[in-house]
């Protein structure tokens, strides 16, 4: 899964919109879709990258908003045990 995360991230980019529409900033960004062949990478459409990879637009979604500022991947903590916990005011 890890892997898979890493390279939408590596072949997704956002990209700032060149036109705001007044009325509205909800969408400020946009996205370009990449896929590599023969080490170029290929810009395609949102529908061609998705069903080619068979991933919805929500794992894009998921990818862009668990980017850092420096462009790094963070790592999904999902479903991970947190062993060390410190319980305060409880008696054993």
Same mark, same amino acid.
């Given at each position: /899964? ?13 990209? =700032? *919109?060149? #036109?705001?529409? !007044?009325? $509205? $900033?909800?969408?400020?960004? @946009? &996205? !370009?879709? #990449?896929?590599?062949?023969? @080490?170029? =990478? ?7 990258? /998705? @069903?080619? +990879?068979?991933? $919805?637009?929500? /794992?894009?979604? *998921?990818?862009?908003?668990?980017? $850092?500022?420096? %462009?790094? &991947?963070?790592?999904? @903590?999902? %479903? =991970?045990? &947190?062993?060390?916990?410190? +319980? +305060? %005011?409880?008696?054993?």
């Amino acid at each position: /899964m890890e892997i898979q995360r890493q390279f939408i991230h590596d072949h997704v980019t956002k990209i =700032k *919109t060149k #036109y705001v529409r !007044e009325d $509205s $900033s909800r969408k400020n960004y @946009n &996205h !370009e879709f #990449y896929l590599t062949r023969n @080490n170029k =990478k290929t810009q395609v459409c949102e529908v061609f990258f /998705m @069903n080619t +990879l068979a991933i $919805s637009d929500t /794992m894009i979604r *998921t990818v862009v908003k668990k980017q $850092s500022e420096t %462009g790094v &991947h963070l790592k999904d @903590n999902k %479903g =991970k045990y &947190h062993k060390n916990k410190l +319980l +305060l %005011g409880t008696d054993f």
